[in-house]
């Protein structure tokens, strides 16, 4: 067996292109041999500033120390029993732990699955089984995973459920408040939130209110685009949905562990949803995800009818506890002031180059959209595609987002120095002048 840190990128590539599938796609063409904070080193030695976290998996960083260590710990102990079989500490522990910090003062509960998209998943098995209602309302650009009903609950066609169909039934679509693009041709604050009201309307168009179990919907677009609704909007869809008795589900898998600098995206927000669902960030790259929700609701499925061999693995959990730990008041003020600089760097981007439409986030969460004129803004999307390519080459990784894949997304580590934040974005700032010079040519 050779050992893969002798290999070069390319003859792994090679190797890649001939035993795994062209489905599960690829940003960049190296492969990893160790990685640190912010930082990832690829097979030959080269690092690259890693604004991507792995898709918002590394908000305490690549490899932290207290995670390393939780992982050891626990692996010498005991790798796997399956919960349903016998039973751990560390399980128990994390979810006594969201139940404690997630939005709501009321008894909740947690289960462990591993993936987003399973949390996802259960959560609309328990609303279903809590509120014996079949429908699901899901939003406009909306992601929620790649499993059959992660995907119908997805927004955006290309590339996630082109040729995949038929999808699951039942899943309604609002418009979201998308206001650099508002559906419905209004302009905040005059608007008066008009597209949250809406939902009174699409139970007269689209599906009866006393049929819908649970509304879904992400705090801040993260696929769809990094979009941020205004103030108010949560508030209202909210108070629209116990009115007819709809549970209301917040998707924190890419928003949430200290990603806005605050540890869940909902507290941005007058809101208090009913399940909030984590993952990604939440065990800092091992598979994790949670449903956290009133316990009333999270008790209502029969003993047996939710499960699943690995879901809150041990070592998943343990590491999830020393996340939960590291994301303390001292890093999320600094998860704070890393947005406050981020926003003042894109801002001031924003203010010298006529291609940024829109900068948006909330903390550290942050983006932009990238217009060929401001005016019309019809999305850059092939210029965006160059500007993640030419980041890469100069050792910048960075991922576009978007319906258009026009917007540019920053999850960087919030562990990020100073040096490599100035670094990062000079590199965007150098590339972002080539590809606007390239345009114009
Ligand atoms: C908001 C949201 N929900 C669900 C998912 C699916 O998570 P996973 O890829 O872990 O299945 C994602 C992944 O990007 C996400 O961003």
Aim: charged content about 20%.
């Amino acid at each position: 067996m050779l050992n893969a840190a002798n290999r070069t990128n390319q003859e792994l590539m090679s190797l890649r292109q001939e035993h795994v599938p062209s489905g599960p796609f690829n940003i960049t063409p190296i492969f990893a041999r160790r990685a640190k904070g912010a930082v990832i080193e690829d097979v030959e030695g080269r690092e690259y500033l890693d604004f991507t976290g792995g898709i918002g998996v590394e908000n305490v960083g690549h490899c932290a120390e207290q995670v390393v260590g939780a992982i050891k710990e626990q692996a010498e102990q005991f790798i796997h029993t399956c919960f349903h079989v016998v039973m751990y500490e560390p399980y128990i522990e994390l979810a006594k732990r969201l139940n404690e910090v997630t939005p709501g003062d009321f008894p909740k509960k947690t289960m462990f699955v591993n993936s987003g998209a399973e949390a996802v998943e259960n959560s609309i098995k328990i609303a279903r089984y809590a509120t014996k209602r079949p429908a699901i309302i899901a939003f406009q650009n909306a992601f929620h995973g790649r499993t059959y009903m992660g995907m119908t609950l997805t927004s955006q066609v290309k590339p996630y459920k082109w040729g995949f169909g038929p999808f699951c039934p039942e899943v309604y679509r609002m418009p979201y408040a998308y206001c650099y693009r508002c559906p419905f041709g209004l302009e905040y604050p005059s608007c008066e939130i008009h597209c949250a009201d809406y939902l009174e309307e699409f139970f007269i168009g689209h599906i009866a209110a006393d049929s819908v179990a649970v509304l879904i919907v992400e705090p801040v677009q993260g696929e769809g685009g990094f979009i941020v609704p205004p103030q108010g909007y949560f508030t209202k869809l909210k108070a629209i949905c116990e009115r007819h008795g709809i549970l209301f589900t917040m998707d924190e898998i890419q928003a949430g562990m200290g990603r806005t600098g605050k540890l869940f995206a909902t507290e941005h927000f007058d809101v208090i949803p009913d399940i909030i669902l984590t993952g990604k960030s939440i065990a800092a790259g091992l598979p994790l995800a949670g449903i956290t929700g009133r316990a009333e609701l999270m008790d209502s499925p029969h003993a047996g009818g939710l499960g699943s061999t690995y879901g809150g693995n041990p070592i998943a959990c343990k590491a999830g506890l020393a996340v939960m730990d590291m994301l303390n008041p001292d890093m999320l003020a600094s998860a704070e002031t890393l947005g406050d600089k981020l926003h003042k760097k894109l801002t001031d981007l924003q203010s010298r180059y006529e291609i940024i439409g829109d900068v948006r986030g909330l903390g550290p969460m942050i983006g932009m959209e990238l217009v060929k004129d401001r005016k019309s803004k019809e999305p850059a999307s092939d210029e965006a595609g160059d500007l993640v390519r030419r980041c890469y080459d100069k050792g910048l990784i960075i991922l576009s987002c978007g319906p258009h894949h026009n917007a540019i997304r920053i999850l960087v580590p919030l562990v990020i120095t100073d040096e490599q934040l100035e670094r990062g974005v000079a590199i965007f700032e150098d590339s972002l002048k080539e590809t606007v010079l390239s345009q114009n040519k």
